[in-house]
C-alpha cells in the first residue's frame, strides 16, 4: 500500500527566508515522488521527481528536494522565498511495482503563504 | 509544445443535468487521467485512461463515467448532477507511466446551481 503526508497544512515564511515543506511517505516498493505547486484557479505544475537516480533532486524556480530512505521523507526546500512562491503544494508517492503500480496517491497539500 | 487543453474552462449547471467535460493531452501521450479538487475533500482521483480503455478508477459513484478516443482525447461525463458535484476538475496526461509525473490541464470550474 502506498500513502503520503504533509505534515504542515499551511506553512508562512518572510519573503527571502528558506522555506520547508515537509512530506513523509509509505510504499512497500521503491517509490517514484514528486512535487506539484497549484497557483489559484490554476491547474497542477510538476516542481521535481525522484526516480530512484541521485537523492537529491532539483527542480524548477529554485526548489529542492531530499529523499531519505531512512527516514521515508522527501521534503521541499527553497534557499529564499519569492511573492510568486505563494501557492499550494502537493506531494505524491507512486509505486513502481506491486499492485498499486501506475497509481499515484496526492497528499492533501500545504498552502505557502509568503508574507513582505 | 501545446500543453493539456482542458473545455470548457468554466460551466454553470443545474441540479439533475448532466455535463460533458473535455480534456486534449500533449501530442503522444496516451494515459489521460481525471480528479476533481474541492476545498472540503481536497484532490480526489476519479479515473485513468490509457489507450481507450479505463485502466483505473477511484470511488465515485456511477454518475461519473468517462471515455478516451482513438487520439488520446478523454471526455468526463456527470450524470444527474448534485449540489456537491461543484469542483474543479483536472485533467492531467502522461506518455503511460507515471514515473516521469503527469501535465495537468488548468482544469473546468463546474458549479451546479
Known amino acids: 500500500a502506498q500513502s503520503v503526508t504533509q505534515l504542515d497544512s499551511h506553512v508562512s515564511v518572510s519573503e527571502g527566508t528558506p522555506v520547508l515543506l515537509r512530506c513523509n511517505y509509505s510504499?512497500?516498493?521503491?517509490?517514484?515522488l514528486f512535487w506539484y505547486v497549484q497557483h489559484p484557479n490554476k491547474g497542477l505544475q510538476l516542481l521535481l521527481k525522484?526516480?530512484?537516480?541521485?537523492?537529491l533532486v532539483k527542480g524548477i524556480n529554485g526548489f529542492e528536494a531530499e529523499f531519505k530512505k531512512s527516514e521515508t521523507s522527501f521534503h521541499l526546500t527553497k534557499p529564499s522565498a519569492h511573492m510568486s512562491d505563494a501557492a499550494e503544494y502537493f506531494c505524491?508517492?507512486?509505486?513502481?511495482?506491486?499492485?498499486?503500480?501506475?497509481?499515484?496517491?496526492f497528499g492533501d497539500g500545504t498552502t505557502l503563504t509568503v508574507k513582505p | 509544445k501545446a500543453g493539456v487543453t482542458q473545455t470548457p474552462r468554466y460551466l454553470i449547471k443545474t441540479r439533475g443535468q448532466q455535463v460533458t467535460l473535455s480534456c486534449s493531452p500533449i501530442?503522444?501521450?496516451?494515459?489521460v487521467s481525471w480528479y476533481q479538487q474541492t476545498p472540503g475533500q481536497g484532490l480526489q482521483f476519479l479515473f485513468e485512461?490509457?489507450?481507450?480503455?479505463?485502466?483505473n478508477k477511484g470511488n465515485f459513484p456511477g454518475r461519473f463515467s468517462g471515455r478516451q478516443f482513438s487520439n488520446s482525447r478523454s471526455e468526463m461525463n456527470v450524470s444527474t448532477l448534485e449540489l456537491g458535484d461543484s469542483a474543479l476538475y483536472l485533467c492531467a496526461s502522461s506518455l503511460g507511466t507515471e514515473l516521469r509525473g503527469y501535465t495537468f490541464g488548468s482544469g473546468t470550474r463546474l458549479t451546479v446551481v
Open positions: 510504499s512497500s516498493y521503491s517509490p517514484s
Open positions: 501530442s503522444g501521450h496516451r494515459s
Open positions: 485512461y490509457f489507450s481507450e480503455t479505463q485502466r
Open positions: 505524491v508517492v507512486s509505486d513502481r511495482r506491486g499492485t498499486n503500480a501506475g497509481k499515484s496517491t
Open positions: 525522484y526516480t530512484s537516480a541521485a537523492t
